[in-house]
């Protein structure tokens, strides 16, 4: 049975989702995003088969992925979601079966976020179907805030707060090559109950961006981004910029119960859980008169935030572990290149 033509394709998987008068159901080749009060911020994220998530992830979650770690950025900027474009490489053996689980799972999330799809574009990967090109994706989203929040505010005085868990990710990455490859299992997680495993690995495969504390952003960070990286190096990236430094306890930062207990089974851990990426929370730098009203916009949102430390004069990031030292993390970070 012959595939869809890209215009049949469209009409039939995305159209249904551009339900937005300015998407004009996807039969232009512009869109009309509604004027609205405040800034207009926008990012945007690629993600590759094989380098962001695994080949074989499930393509509703990698859908949800891709938009999810797009309105992180945006939150982290104090934006509520506006609406995205979708550009998607389709590998030259894609099937009807993926686009409809894949455009199932952005339906989900455009539901969820009231986030709507404007337009995009869709193209064939090169490459014959014995070796397909990877499949790739990339979102450019649109928020708006009153206020929007930039890395470069950070004053001396300010404490450094981080919303969520941190390392969840990161570990999950590890729990989900060991599902697909046993061989490669490291014995911590042989160790490690099932339902901490499974934990980790839906954390990996579906990240939760914190929208709803974009208002408190807004209103009361002097700093913020997302943690995509890593919470020690883009912690690092955020005082560089703003021309400051800072203190963290490792013992204030917050893990969840499979992090600690992966922790507990290997204490080498801990570097990749702050080094490690793909936590999408965000980290704010907030002054400490406006601390009570932020955590009390946590509370109100559900999302839980918890202060690490505080950011000094001078220059550099020295996360202090136990016995009052500073952790040695090497290049702190994910790198993409």
Known sequence: MSRPSEDEL?????????????ADGLTDDAAVLPAGAGDLVVTKDMLVAGVHF???????????????????DLAAKGARPAGFLLALGLPADWTEAFLEAFTRGLATDIE?????????????????????????????????????????????GDLIVVSGTIGDGALGLKARLAEREPSLQPDWLKLLAPEHRAALAGRYLLPEPR??????????????????????????????????????????IPVSAAVRAARDLDTSLVTTM?????????LATVPPGALAAFEAAGRA???????????????????????????????????HF
């Not at 702050?274 to 965000?282: R, V």
């Open 274 to 282: 702050l080094t490690g990426g793909d936590d999408y929370e965000i």
């Open 301 to 335: 949102a559900g999302v839980a935030v918890a202060v690490i430390g505080q950011v000094t004069a001078g220059d550099g990031l020295a996360i202090i572990d136990a016995a009052g030292q500073p952790l040695s993390l090497g290049a702190g970070r994910f790198e």
């Open 112 to 156: 969820r976020f009231g986030c709507p799809l404007y337009g995009g574009d869709t193209v064939k990967m090169p490459g014959p179907v014995t070796r397909p090109g990877p499949l790739t994706l990339s979102v450019t989203a649109f928020g708006r805030t009153g206020r929007t929040v930039r890395r470069n505010g950070a004053e001396p």
């Open 54 to 72: 695994f080949p074989d992830d499930p393509p509703d979650l990698v859908a949800r992925k891709a938009l999810r770690v797009n309105l992180s």
């Open 10 to 22: 469209i009409a039939r998987y995305f159209a249904p989702l551009a339900t937005a008068p300015g």
């Open 211 to 252: 929208t709803g504390l974009a208002d408190a952003v807004s209103a009361h960070a002097s700093a913020a981004m997302d943690i995509s990286d890593g919470l020690a190096g883009d912690l690092a990236k955020l005082m560089k910029v703003s021309g400051v430094a800072g203190q963290v306890r490792l013992a204030d």
